[in-house]
């Protein structure tokens, strides 16, 4: 079996991917407020990755 | 909806639920919503394969200490949760040690998270057979 061997930004984003179309089909009831939530997620999703990760560069000194 | 009418609807919502659990997206496939239902299937086979070729671990039921149980348990119910997936990849033999490495924790991550994302779909499924949903 072929292996996969992502790094951890692109891990992050595709995890972010797949959970926000999930988020937004679930808890939205019309396709435009699904596609719109869904959007809103995977904007915070990758906001904090991105903002948590200089925090940690800039904390790391 | 009350224990009564819920009980009432059950031929509505336990095919659903049995064809939601086993194919991820297929409850919704029942019901007629065929883009969700596929969405549905990418994502949670998506996030599952991507699991399995970062080799993640698939947990086994192991009871302990609270936290040994919460993670071993909870992460079994999780994995089992994917359905099809998990059983074709257990019936295939897919057995990745539980080892250190990131790579290797990311994937049980995803696995973990493909089968919490058909439980969400379940439910999803679940309140659009009972008519709370469209």
């Known amino acids: 079996m072929p292996k ?19 988020l937004g089909i679930t808890t939205k009831k019309t396709q435009n407020e699904q596609l719109r939530y ?3 997620c995977l904007g915070y999703f990758v906001g904090t990755v991105f903002g948590l990760g200089w925090l940690m560069y800039l904390g790391h000194g | 909806m009350g224990e009564a009418s819920a009980l009432a609807t059950v031929n509505k919502w336990a095919p659903v639920i049995a064809v939601g659990w086993l194919i991820p997206g297929g409850g919704h496939f029942l019901l007629g919503k065929r883009l ?3 969405l549905l299937f990418g994502c949670v086979m998506l996030s599952f394969v991507a699991g399995m070729l970062m080799r993640g671990y698939l947990f ?8 040994t149980t919460l993670i071993y348990c909870g992460g079994y119910i999780a ?9 074709f990849a257990r019936w295939l033999g897919y057995d990745a040690p539980d080892m250190a490495g990131h790579v290797i924790d990311y994937g049980t991550k995803f696995l973990v998270c493909a089968g919490l994302m058909n439980i969400l779909a379940l439910v ?11």
Not at chain 2, 79 to 87: D, V
Not at chain 2, 124 to 132: C, L, N, P, Q
């Open chain 2, 36 to 38: 969700r239902g596929a």
């Open chain 2, 79 to 87: 994995n089992l949760a994917s359905g099809i997936p998990y059983l």
């Open chain 2, 60 to 67: 086994e039921w192991q009871t302990g200490d609270l936290f």
């Open chain 2, 124 to 134: 999803d499924a679940f309140e659009i057979a009972t008519g709370k949903k469209d």
């Open chain 1, 38 to 40: 869904g959007l809103k």
């Open chain 1, 4 to 22: 996969m061997g992502l790094s951890h930004l692109e891990t992050s984003l595709l995890m972010a991917l797949v959970i926000s179309v999930v």
